[in-house]
């Protein structure tokens, strides 16, 4: 804890929290954007509507990338490069990738084969 509170006040002593904020902002809505998504992979999976969940689940999912990619972007093109973050934001972005490909391929798969792979498992 010593060192979480030692890091905290590094970022509130110098300007870091300017950067962090806004990575910490798209991230915080990309993480409910995926929770939907959980949620409607669940909907869909018990043959109930999916429609109330995955509209609002696809315009966070496109919303959140597209604010990381602008922020990549961003920092990337500037003279004071902030490796920290430009690495935490490519591998927010590819795990987000990894997690919509998961979704859409157990969406392909039928139940029972999730089910007997639970089971396995």
């Given at each position: 804890s010593g060192i979480a509170v030692g890091l905290m006040l590094a970022l509130g002593i110098g300007s870091g929290y300017l950067k962090l904020w806004k990575m910490f902002g798209a991230s915080n809505q990309l993480l409910a954007a995926l929770a939907l998504l959980i949620c409607?992979?669940?909907?869909?999976?018990?043959?109930?509507?999916?429609?109330?969940?995955?509209?609002?689940?696809?315009?966070?999912?496109?919303?959140?990338?597209?604010?990381?990619?602008?922020?990549?972007?961003?920092?990337?093109?500037?003279?004071?490069?902030?490796?920290?973050?430009?690495?935490?934001?490519?591998?927010?972005?590819?795990?987000?990738?990894?997690?919509?490909?998961?979704?859409?391929?157990?969406?392909?798969?039928?139940?029972e084969e999730i089910e007997h792979g639970a089971a396995a498992v």
């Open positions: 409607t992979t669940w909907l869909y999976k018990q043959g109930r509507p999916i429609k109330y969940t995955l509209i609002p689940a696809l315009f966070m999912l496109v919303t959140a990338t597209t604010a990381l990619v602008i922020i990549l972007v961003k920092y990337i093109g500037s003279d004071e490069k902030s490796w920290p973050l430009i690495i935490a934001d490519i591998l927010v972005l590819v795990m987000t990738t990894g997690i919509c490909l998961f979704t859409i391929r157990s969406w392909k798969q039928p139940v």
